[in-house]
């Protein structure tokens, strides 16, 4: 068990002729009698170290404590399996995309808390401690990145009809390849960068809370993650994240004002931050260490600044802009994580409204955690700003600095008991949050962009079975990664956690925008510039982690591109050199077709249109977008009844987006994807390369009475039944929540089985007429 030493030097005598005093100590045992004393004999000066062997006193949870971490459980637990009966979880999107319910405020709260989890709390809180406000740049960063995603991407995505960012790339440029190799890469991502990573940062804190094992607080933990991630799918996920972002911002709130109070305010936490330097010759005495070589142990002369020179071995405010941004750019607009959450939200409002709420949560973190940090290494500077590898691994059980700790360290020693009870459960609850969010994510990507790939034919049913298995294979995967992370990550796990990123997500975040911005860009450029940037980046990480940096007291042997060369200038050549390569590949091969760029681009945003090749058969039933807004070439109001039965007034200043229209046009195999309005129980209109996918549908009742085998295939797919006869093949659905009827069934207000053959008029009141000349 470790110890700490209380070292006191006694003066016993001095030399009568005024000579140097010799520091010559005799080692005291209080506990057991054993002594050793070296004495100059001549001209005696005696100076006599007692050395007292304390065990460690840990500060451990009250009865107060538990009880409030109790509590939390069960609430979390409680809320968890209400969102299980509440919701539809029979259904794919029931599962991974909430039925597309969720308001702006859970999505909001989800969003933070899901950026938010323990390797916040631990490696924001730790790179703070470490090197001062330099990681408060990310955080302000998003403030930015969430607004784009809110405003320029989300209303794509939805208007794409996708679940998974891999499926919009597969709709976007056609194909499999580029879907295939970006699913790997964000599940690779998950693995080692955030699963395994959330792991050791919350069994750190356990660990130095209640003294636990390592491996026994992950397990307990990600069990109880996983138990309620695989029943109660995405909202499940995000009305639990509603409840630990209040949590979380309430108790890390409170221990930033008592922190505040302990340190007497902001300004005398800057001035005493920049002299927290610990004490290296009591240090060396206490634990009686033989290597003398200490670290670099005192604060940075710019440690309070954000941006730093370019030469900064943390934040280079070129290599920050230029290629940091754009890889953040893979993290905020295009991780399943996040985006999925968004996707999730009732309508365009509720999505813009969710980043807006988000962006401005994610003010707090440079102060509710990067500042106690910093109070942290005021406080325990001599644990914190441990001085060489033998008295890190004597602190905090690691070689490579004990920063990490910095935030688990305040809490224990600063905060009163209930107080304590209240932050394991906000650190609980950053875990728990994070882990729930990854596993949905990552096994929606598996299960609809690796899995259905392989299987064609899986049912709606086998699909959910086989996400949660895969959920249980990444808890596997990501325990086996945990000792490796202690080792990589160089004491502080937060800039692990990016240097990795930056070396696999710019290429990616190049070929998203220009996906979106650039029509021209077509497959094989965006699969050759994807390529080229994913192997100069896969080389240059497997060279960082072969050549790795050395312990602080060691000199540093590694190659000067490696060693001179900050990664986030990596990250920057990586974005370029994609981009470049997709550029020139795309201008030297054909263009995408239109049936690509419809609705996947910036640019088709108000120029969305109907297919206008479309059979014979269906040429009565081509509608398009301005009909739908209720405005003509003169742009006069159409006079009537909008298909939900409500006046056109009911629908002023809706937007594009937010209409739902389904047009399948069945020539060559390509259908046109759905808009994005998507009230609780509408279907969710997913398409792949032209091969349509409606789900989110309630499960029909009853079977068709008269129908083939292909027919009654289609009507359990679909949830609804989609046959009008032999000559039409098109489906057109417009849903409204209020068109229930008293069974509890929802029904189609527009759909082509309510045609009435005598009269050609549809049950909402349109008739054949109105789609004339559209």
């Known amino acids: 068990m470790p110890r700490y030493e209380l070292a006191l030097i006694l003066k016993a005598m001095q030399r009568k002729d005024g000579g140097p005093k010799s520091q010559i100590p005799v080692l ?9 004393q070296i004495m100059n004999i001549r001209h005696c000066s005696v100076l006599v170290l007692i050395r007292i ?9 009250e009865t107060a404590d538990i009880a409030i971490v109790a509590l939390y459980f069960i609430l979390v637990m409680g809320i968890g399996f209400f969102a299980m009966w509440k919701s539809n979880r029979s259904t794919v999107s029931g599962y991974f995309l909430a039925g597309r319910s969720m308001t702006w405020v859970a999505i909001g709260a989800s969003l933070f808390v899901s950026n938010i989890g323990s390797e916040h709390f631990i490696g924001l809180a730790g790179s703070g401690a470490a090197s001062g406000f330099a990681v408060g740049a990310w955080e302000f960063n998003a403030l930015l990145l969430l607004q784009l995603l809110g405003w320029v991407f989300i209303p794509i995505y939805i208007r794409s009809g996708v679940y998974t960012m891999p499926e919009y790339l597969s709709k976007r440029f056609g194909g499999h ?20 990573v959330d792991l050791y940062s919350g069994a750190l804190f356990i660990q130095e809370s209640l003294g636990w094992n390592l491996y026994v607080s992950v397990i307990l933990l990600i069990g109880m993650t996983a138990l309620l991630t695989v029943t109660g799918g995405l909202v499940a996920v995000i009305y639990t994240d509603t409840l630990q972002a209040l949590l979380m911002i309430v108790g890390a709130l409170t221990l930033m004002i008592i922190s505040m109070m302990e340190i007497g305010g902001f300004e005398e936490v800057k001035r005493r931050y920049m002299l927290a330097s610990p004490n290296v010759t009591s240090i060396l005495l206490t634990y009686n260490l033989s290597n003398t070589n200490s670290c670099n142990v005192h604060p940075k002369k710019d440690a309070l600044k954000m941006l730093r020179n370019p030469t900064d071995e943390d934040v280079p405010w070129p ?14 607009c295009a991780d399943q994580v996040i985006v999925q959450r968004v996707l999730a939200a009732k309508n365009i409002a509720h999505a813009k ?7 401005f949560l994610k003010l707090l973190p440079m102060f509710i955690i990067v500042v106690p940090g910093m109070i942290s290494r005021i406080l325990f500077a001599d644990d914190i700003a441990c001085i060489n590898p033998e008295h890190c691994m004597q602190v905090c059980g690691s070689r490579a600095g004990c920063s990490n700790i910095a935030y688990p360290r305040l809490v224990m020693k600063l905060v009163p008991v209930g107080l304590r009870g209240l932050m394991m459960a906000v650190m609980i609850a950053a875990l728990m949050s994070d882990l729930d969010s990854i596993f949905n994510s990552a096994s929606t990507i598996f299960t609809l962009d690796v899995y259905k790939l392989i299987r064609k034919s899986a049912s709606s049913r086998e699909l959910m079975i086989v996400g949660r298995i895969f959920v249980a294979f990444m808890v596997v995967i990501s325990i086996a990664w945990v000792p490796i992370i202690v080792e990589m990550q160089g004491g502080q796990m937060y800039l692990y956690i990016q240097e990795v990123a930056d070396y696999l997500t710019p290429p990616v975040a190049a070929l998203f925008l220009l996906a979106i911005f650039w029509k021209r860009c077509n497959e094989q450029g965006a699969f050759y510039g994807g390529m080229a940037g994913f192997v100069l980046g896969a080389v240059r990480l497997t060279l960082a982690f072969a050549y790795r940096a050395p312990e602080c007291d060691q000199p540093d042997n590694r190659p000067g591109f490696i060693k001179d060369i900050h990664y986030m200038y990596v990250a920057t050549a990586l974005f370029w050199v994609t981009g470049l390569i997709t550029v020139i590949v795309s201008l030297l091969t054909p263009p995408p077709t239109k049936e690509q760029i419809r609705t996947t681009t910036f640019w088709s945003k108000k120029s969305l249109v109907v297919k206008e090749s479309c059979s014979p ?3 009565p039933y081509k509608m398009q977008e301005k009909s739908i807004l209720r405005c003509s070439e003169n742009s006069e109001a159409i006079n009537h009844v909008i298909p939900n039965g409500k006046s056109e007034d009911s629908i002023k200043g809706l937007q594009p987006e937010d209409v739902n229209l389904l047009v399948t046009c ?14 609780a129980e509408t279907p969710v209109d997913a398409y792949s390369n032209g091969q349509a996918a409606l789900m989110g549908e309630k499960e029909r009742k009853k079977e068709t009475e008269d129908g083939g085998r292909y027919w009654k295939f289609i009507d359990w797919f679909c949830g609804f039944k989609t046959r009008l006869g032999e000559e039409a093949n098109i489906v057109i659905s417009l849903w409204d929540k209020g068109g229930a009827d008293s069974s509890g069934d929802t029904e189609p207000l527009f759909w082509p089985p309510s045609l009435n053959s005598s009269s050609s ?12 000349g559209m």
């Open 177 to 196: 390849r580029i879907q295939v190799y970006f699913a790997a890469l964000s599940l690779i991502l998950y693995i080692f960068t955030k699963l395994s």
């Open 666 to 679: 069945r020539e060559e195999g390509n259908p046109v994807a759905s808009l994005g309005h998507s009230e």
């Open 319 to 332: 290599g920050f802009i230029l290629g940091q941004t754009p890889a953040s750019v893979w993290y905020w």
């Open 761 to 772: 008029v549809f049950q909402n009141g349109f008739s054949m007429a109105d789609f004339s």
């Open 353 to 359: 409204g969710s980043t807006l709420m988000a962006g």
């Open 617 to 619: 058969k269906e040429e």
């Open 28 to 36: 005291f045992s209080v506990a057991q009698v054993s002594c050793v």
């Open 53 to 61: 062997q304390v065990t460690k006193m840990r500060a451990v949870l």
